[in-house]
């Protein structure tokens, strides 16, 4: 899979920047204009360094795409699914659905997740210094990995997932949101799987992955995962282990 190797996710993204994206596709719009609502939506916001292929607000616009509109392929169903639980859900719930569907069009994101999850289980605080070394570790030396990673933690600092403390550069938890509907859980499972190199994994450590660090899943029966998706396969393996496998 292509995409597990690249950045991508390189700018600011505000969480009402992807739910007009995602409004403005299920009301039927082409890229025409969806391009034309996002430019219009985006002009007073991203105008400094803005103009042009290659600017912010171009960028910007790519993510904004490629999240809801034109999607990879494999990722069409989980896309349309997910703009049906967008409809029925309250607004404060879409970060539900957001944060899944940029993890799985964007791994990169995904991972910056589980490292910043990561250091919160571990300190219940986390440092941008300590993400910016654990990320050049994992992506190499480049400032493409940098920037990026600055521009991620300021998202979910803008999503309200990270807090700010006292200390310059150090983050706390913010708001965690349950969930509970099994239907839900399911296309969340499927969200991390498409943004993991295997397409199947022990169903406690996707459930309880760092990378929903925002989320706390509640913990329900195996087959009631597998029964809303006919794309996620449940398997026993031992006597109490359940592995979830993805249907590409």
Known sequence: MLRLGQVGFSQRVRLEWLDKTAYLVMAGNDRAAV???LQAMLSD????GGH???????????????TWLTVPKEL????????????RLPRERHLVVHWGMVMAVYPFWAGI???????????????????Q????EQYGERETVSRAVRRILRSFHDWG????????GVYAAGAV?????PGLIAWLTEAALHSRATDSALLKEVLGSPTLFPLRLATIPAQSLGAPSPRLDILRQGLDEDVVVLQR
């Open 35 to 37: 391009n034309a609502a």
């Open 45 to 48: 916001k991203l105008s400094v």
């Open 52 to 66: 042009g292929k290659g600017g912010s607000r171009d960028k910007t616009m790519v993510i904004l795409r490629k």
């Open 76 to 87: 069409v169903c989980l896309r349309d699914e997910g703009l049906q639980l967008l409809a």
């Open 113 to 131: 997740a589980a490292i910043v999850g990561r250091l919160l289980r571990l300190q219940g605080s986390v440092a941008a210094a300590h993400v």
């Open 133 to 136: 070394r654990r990320a050049r």
């Open 161 to 168: 997932v990270l807090q700010e403390t006292g200390e310059k």
């Open 177 to 181: 949101i349950a969930v509970e509907e």
